[in-house]
């Protein structure tokens, strides 16, 4: 796709499998696509993250155990509004992203007026509860959704910071207990809402957020990296709810 120098650029990683992947990613492209805000993707190799992260203006956004900085996606650059140095807006890290979004395109906010820290409360429980329980299951079996370069990267760098991908979940069917008790505890919360208006499906009855892209993204991220029996069965848990919770945001899911 050519680029438009007036549009909204979106940073992401992609697979060989021709799909988006990244939950962090997700959370952003899913606000663009709700703000009705026209934006186009740059795709950046695993490997090559840093570099264009330097050669754009962005700031890290993940601490390493070394102490260094790690460069991540989303990055966002803004033609439409400058920065003190007359050059188009570039951020990085989804949250503040979308609470830029919010404030400089204040049509459709994801982030109700007076919520910003209830939205940062559920989205590290999101990250607790379900992300950061996936990922030692799918760590080790990222190699074919990476090219060669990228796969090499993503195997000597998470080796150094986590070990032996192999070893990082060595009890697999624990590690699924793990997730689904972590998805238990979310469906737990939703359920206060009640059913009402899609209330047990979304954090705001009636009212799409960035509470339920965060949630979402984490389907999205686990329907590329499990196979499709494993995402079946993830689907199903809690009466199928989130499988339900995947067609009700579909329309947000265009990748432009």
């Known amino acids: 796709?050519?680029?438009?120098?007036?549009?909204?650029?979106?940073?992401?990683?992609?697979?060989?499998?021709?799909?988006?992947?990244?939950?962090?990613?997700?959370?952003?492209?899913?606000?663009?696509?709700?703000?009705?805000?026209?934006?186009?993707?740059?795709?950046?190799?695993?490997?090559?993250?840093?570099?264009?992260?330097?050669?754009?203006?962005?700031?890290?956004?993940?601490?390493?155990?070394?102490?260094?900085?790690?460069?991540?996606?989303?990055?966002?650059?803004?033609?439409?509004?400058?920065?003190?140095?007359?050059?188009?807006?570039?951020?990085?890290?989804?949250?503040?992203?979308?609470?830029?979004?919010?404030?400089?395109?204040?049509?459709?906010?994801?982030?109700?007026?007076?919520?910003?820290?209830?939205?940062?409360?559920?989205?590290?429980?999101?990250?607790?509860?379900?992300?950061?329980?996936?990922?030692?299951?799918?760590?080790?079996?990222?190699?074919?959704?990476?090219?060669?370069?990228?796969?090499e990267y993503y195997i000597r760098t998470r080796e150094k910071w986590f070990g032996p991908l192999s070893q990082i979940c060595p009890d697999v069917e624990k590690g699924w207990a793990e997730l689904r008790a972590g998805l238990d505890k979310v469906a737990a919360v939703l359920d206060a809402n009640g059913n009402g208006e899609g209330g047990d499906l979304r954090v705001i009855p009636g009212h799409d957020s960035y509470a339920d892209f965060a949630l979402v993204g984490f389907f999205l991220w686990a329907s590329v990296v499990l196979g499709k029996e494993d995402m079946d069965r993830l689907k199903s848990w809690n009466g199928g709810r989130w499988g339900r919770l995947l067609e009700l945001h579909a329309p947000l899911l265009r990748v432009d």
């Not at 663009?32 to 264009?52: A, G, H």
């Not at 070394?66 to 991540?72: C, E, K, Q, S, V």
């Not at 990085?92 to 204040?106: F, G, R, T, W």
């Not at 190699?143 to 990228?150: D, F, G, Q, Y």
Request: hydrophobic share 35%; aromatic share 10%; charged share 20%.
């Open 1 to 151: 796709m050519s680029s438009s120098p007036n549009l909204i650029t979106l940073y992401d990683i992609p697979t060989t499998k021709a799909e988006t992947w990244s939950p962090n990613v997700w959370k952003v492209r899913m606000t663009l696509n709700y703000k009705r805000i026209p934006y186009q993707t740059e795709w950046v190799e695993l490997s090559d993250i840093s570099e264009v992260a330097k050669e754009i203006g962005a700031k890290p956004t993940t601490p390493l155990p070394d102490g260094t900085m790690l460069w991540t996606c989303p990055m966002l650059m803004d033609p439409n509004h400058l920065n003190s140095e007359g050059k188009p807006t570039v951020l990085s890290d989804s949250n503040i992203i979308v609470a830029y979004l919010d404030k400089m395109y204040p049509e459709r906010k994801v982030i109700p007026e007076g919520t910003a820290a209830l939205h940062n409360a559920w989205t590290r429980f999101i990250e607790q509860n379900v992300t950061m329980r996936l990922f030692p299951i799918v760590a080790p079996f990222y190699s074919p959704l990476l090219s060669e370069r990228s796969n």
